[in-house]
């Protein structure tokens, strides 16, 4: 610091991991078959629930899908679709290169959202910290599963 000069590349954070490490470490992370979506489709399945997994004919690939009652559902990780729980919280170094990935994240998720909401589609967003017990998951999934009941008359042909 000169003269009350605060470079900000100083006060940037260094990683403690070597280029290789980090690359493995993100190498790492699923996409699909996650924790968070393994314990939403147990709940599922355990009270009777069948379901569709990432239908490619989707906008947005949905995680689980439940066809009879036009209801997509995405389970999201707090970080990576930057929820605003404590785990979503954006890090503290490269904030240049993770505040745009984590923004254009979100609105890639609404502009989904909304192009399955326009196709007839109900959508669900489960987020990791909601899936923490399953009192939780209970109280996110139940009230939407209740009120999507179809008829087999009223549902609209698939191809």
């Known amino acids: ?9 100083s006060l940037r954070m260094t990683d403690t991991r070597t280029p290789e490490q980090r690359r493995r470490i993100m190498q790492a992370v699923k996409t ?5 979506e393994w314990a939403v489709r147990r709940w599922l399945h355990a009270r009777g629930y069948r379901y569709r997994l990432h239908r490619k004919d989707l906008p ?3 995680d689980i899908v439940l066809p009879g009652r ?3 559902i995405f389970v999201h990780g707090c970080f990576w679709h ?18 745009p990935k984590l923004e254009a994240n979100r609105r890639r998720d609404a502009s989904k959202a909304a ?21 939780t998951l209970s109280e996110v999934l139940l009230p939407v599963l209740e009120s999507g009941k179809i008829s087999i008359d009223s549902a609209p042909e698939t191809g």
């Open 70 to 72: 036009r209801l997509a």
């Open 1 to 9: 610091m000169l003269c009350g000069f605060v470079d900000p590349i």
């Open 82 to 99: 930057n929820h605003g729980c404590e785990k979503g919280r954006a890090p503290k170094s490269r904030l240049e290169y993770w505040g």
């Open 32 to 36: 699909k078959d996650t924790g968070p």
């Open 115 to 135: 192009e399955l909401e326009a196709q007839g589609w109900r959508v669900l967003t489960i987020w990791q910290c909601e899936i923490s017990d399953e009192a």
């Open 60 to 62: 947005g690939r949905p």
